[in-house]
Nanobody, 122 residues
Framework: QVQLAESGGGLVQAGGSLRLSCAAS????????VGWFRQAPGKAREFVAE????????KYADSVKGRFTISRDNAKNTVSLQMNSLNTEDTAVYSC???????????????WGPGTQVTVSS
């Protein structure tokens, strides 16, 4: 099994930045694609970004493209999400998850972290 733990969330003003980290334990992350998802109150969970096993390929939701950057350090067993130019619509609980597939479908992600709250104030 893989245990995931997110960190780096918090309260930030619109236009600001945050860097989220996803740390894995139990097993190496290096054999999984890793995705970030978010869920705002009263809304469905949505895909944010994903990174391939080797880190060569990335994919972003249109709403965050150009503002967010996903990266991974397999030696440290971590994946990060750099979030710039945040706006109030980015407020949500952000979770990282692992997948054996290259997919934006949350149903195909097998291990999930508990999430970290990101709140963007206007």
């Amino acid at each position: 099994q893989v245990q995931l733990a997110e960190s780096g969330g918090g309260l930030v003003q619109a236009g600001g930045s945050l860097r989220l980290s996803c740390a894995a334990s139990g097993r190496t992350l290096s054999t999984y694609a890793v995705g970030w998802f978010r869920q705002a109150p009263g809304k469905a969970r949505e895909f944010v970004a994903e990174i391939s096993v080797g880190g060569v390929n990335t994919k972003y939701a249109d709403s965050v493209k150009g503002r967010f950057t996903i990266s991974r350090d397999n030696a440290k067993n971590t994946v990060s999400l750099q979030m710039n130019s945040l706006n109030t619509e980015d407020t949500a609980v952000y979770s990282c998850a692992t997948s054996l597939f290259w997919t934006t479908d949350a149903a195909h992600y097998n291990y999930w972290g508990p999430g970290t709250q990101v709140t963007v104030s206007s």
